[in-house]
């Protein structure tokens, strides 16, 4: 198709295009998806993209230039569309969207209110399921932290469901006065519900009702000369206290959830940021760098990308009763945000632009924050830009290799092969694109290398739709390298830049100073002396990292096999565990993971166990 067939062709059939609302997706060459887009009238809005205009932003001028199909799906209303766009967004990633990472990383207080005896624990999705959330936290260890002291002041289970249900007699949790030990109905389930109701209060930021609730039972208690459990519940209000510290007070007269956006860019890229207030605190602010996305350029409409935005971002994260937003929207896309957040959150969603006094210091601190995490991201960046030019001077590339896929086989005891694929991007790890193939041409028990690496490359390159490597690494030496080589000469990819990376021999065949000057060394193909880094070159950094995490995601994969098929190899070798006290511990538990999640008490509350076994297995379950 000549480009202006290309164009006369989309034209006519954006013609025929319905004018009621829906979502549409715009299709490359090879019909990847390129972006996905909702419309009041979908006939006129696609038809926009095919007008060349000058008021065109760069990015939508490549968009259209690389668009050969377009298809398009009829929703029922606008509030439709856009929850459709959302999760069309989410399942294809295309390249011209707004996509924000993974974020799977932001941690979540859960609490499990569909149990008879609810429990508190960190959780990394935000899942309709009948449980209550509550943050974001700024890091894991902050969730913890707050869990744990409310365990503690609350008296609520830190076990499992499972652990609970096989209970006989209450655990060692309970013998230090830290749980009321509903496993064997020491307490009945209206009276923990009445203490968890407590702990909910203060996680909902009513802070001041759960500490004046253990002030009066520290008083009662204290009056009816039962100093010890005074003792307690007024270290329990200093643990509450302690955590409060951390969170800085904005308005304590509010008492809704509210988020405030700030952002800032430039042609390097865009950083908008979250700032989480609930019930008047800050509990901490995210980050999202979108990297081909200037929100300052003029050409670039606010009310697309913001609306884009914020219809993802909530789509995965907890929505809070009030959005504060630094520009005006309009009102008719504000309300149809508001109708979109408010059918997801299942109760009236508020989105502000405003001028009020604590709105705006709100909207100043998302901004600041906004300003210093754009700034750390592009000196990040930078940095990794210059390694990726040594890589590329080194290896003698023709072009950055921005896009990194890094192949190792992996198998377990001679037995289920698999091949794991990551892959950097700009140098820092894309996760969504990390595939593992499991092999399929290997005799059972076989262990071939060549074979493995065949089915692999071959299996990665029948995937069009993923975008090209700009540079293949191999884990292995030359053998590995020369395999792959003829692979992909098989394939007739020899196109594609080609590199290895094994450790190098202590003494031997490298001895001159440059190649000791690192333990790493890269293979190329036809080239006999092998290159490196300094150790602490960026470059360095990237390749070795890439070749980690290959390992690390294949022996990930590897645990969940065993797992899932009952070998339960990671307890195999832990010293000090034979086959009895394995037994016993998957008869307690079940999982391998149930056990991490255990404590140490209640592992060697097992016979057979003590607190030394227990607290040894733990550790070696952490590594
Ligand atoms: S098993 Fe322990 S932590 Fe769980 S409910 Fe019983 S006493 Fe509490």
Avoid at 573 to 590: A, D, H, P, W, Y
Wanted: hydrophobic letters at 35%.
């Amino acid at each position: 198709m000549t480009k202006l067939g290309r164009l006369e062709n989309l034209k006519i059939l954006v013609k025929e295009f319905p004018t009621e609302p829906g979502v549409y997706l715009m299709k490359s060459q090879i019909e990847k998806i390129l972006y996905v887009g909702k419309a009041k009238n979908l006939r006129n809005r696609v038809r926009s993209y095919l007008l060349e205009s000058d008021g065109m932003s760069p990015k939508t001028k490549l968009l259209a230039s690389q668009i050969y199909q377009i298809e398009y799906i009829i929703t029922k209303s606008e509030v439709e569309a856009f929850l459709l766009e959302a999760s069309l967004i989410k399942k294809h990633r295309p390249k011209y969207n707004i996509r924000l990472k993974d974020d799977r990383s932001y941690p979540y207080i859960r609490a499990s209110m569909s149990d008879t005896f609810p429990r508190l624990y960190l959780s990394r999705k935000v899942e309709k399921n009948g449980s209550l959330y509550f943050g974001p936290f700024a890091s894991g260890f902050a969730v913890f932290e707050t869990i744990r002291i409310l365990n503690h002041v609350f008296q609520i289970r830190d076990c499992s469901d499972h652990f609970m249900k096989s209970r006989k007699r209450p655990c060692m949790t309970h013998q230090i006065g830290r749980c009321t030990a509903p496993c064997v109905s020491y307490i009945d389930e209206e009276t923990y519900r009445e203490s968890f109701k407590a702990a909910l209060l203060f996680l909902r930021g009513r802070d001041k009702t759960a500490i004046q609730v253990l002030t009066e039972k520290m008083t009662a208690a204290a009056r009816e000369e039962r100093f010890e459990v005074a003792a307690k519940l007024r270290d329990g209000i200093e643990g509450l206290r302690s955590v409060l510290q951390k969170q800085s007070v904005i308005n304590d007269r509010v008492t809704i959830d509210q988020d405030a956006i700030g952002f800032v860019g430039d042609e390097r890229g865009s950083l908008i940021e979250t700032v989480h207030v609930r019930s008047g605190r800050v509990m901490g602010s995210r980050p999202h760098f979108i990297g081909h996305l200037n929100v300052m350029d003029p050409k670039e409409d606010v009310r697309d990308w913001m609306s884009s935005f914020l219809n993802q971002y909530y789509s995965e994260n907890v929505i809070p009763d009030e959005i504060l937003i630094p520009i005006s929207l309009g009102d008719d896309i504000t309300k149809l945000l508001q109708a979109v957040l408010s059918e997801r959150a299942e109760k009236p969603i508020r989105i502000k632009f405003s001028a009020d006094s604590t709105s705006v210091k709100l909207l100043q601190m998302a901004e600041q924050n906004a300003k210093d995490h754009f700034r750390i991201q592009i000196e990040k960046s930078d940095l990794k830009g210059k390694g990726l030019e040594e890589i590329k001077r080194k290896f003698d590339l023709d072009k950055l290799p921005i896009r990194i896929e890094c192949f190792d086989i992996s198998h377990f005891q001679g037995q289920e092969t698999v091949a794991s694929q990551v892959v950097f991007e700009e140098g820092v790890p894309s996760k969504e694109n990390y595939r593992l193939y499991k092999m399929r041409t290997l005799d059972e028990g076989a262990v071939d290398d060549y074979k493995s690496m065949k089915e692999v490359l071959e299996r990665r390159m029948k995937h069009t739709e993923y975008d090209e490597p700009d540079l293949i690494l191999i884990d292995g030496g030359k053998g590995q390298l020369k395999i792959a080589s003829e692979v992909l000469k098989e394939l007739g990819r020899s196109d594609i830049p080609l590199a290895s990376i094994a450790k190098a021999r202590t003494t031997g065949e490298f001895q001159d100073a440059e190649v000791s000057a690192t333990e790493e060394r890269f293979f190329l193909p036809g080239r006999l002396k092998p290159i490196v880094f300094a150790p602490y070159s960026e470059a360095f950094r990237i390749l070795v990292s890439l070749r980690d995490e290959a390992h690390r995601f294949a022996i990930s994969f590897h645990r969940k096999l065993r797992e899932a098929s009952g070998l339960e190899g990671v307890l195999d070798t832990i010293s000090g565990l034979g086959q009895v006290r394995r037994k016993k511990l998957m008869e307690e538990f079940e999982t391998v993971d149930a056990i991490r999640a255990a404590t140490v008490d209640q592992i060697a509350e097992i016979k057979g166990f003590n607190k030394t076994i227990a607290e040894h297995l733990l550790e070696e379950l952490k590594k």
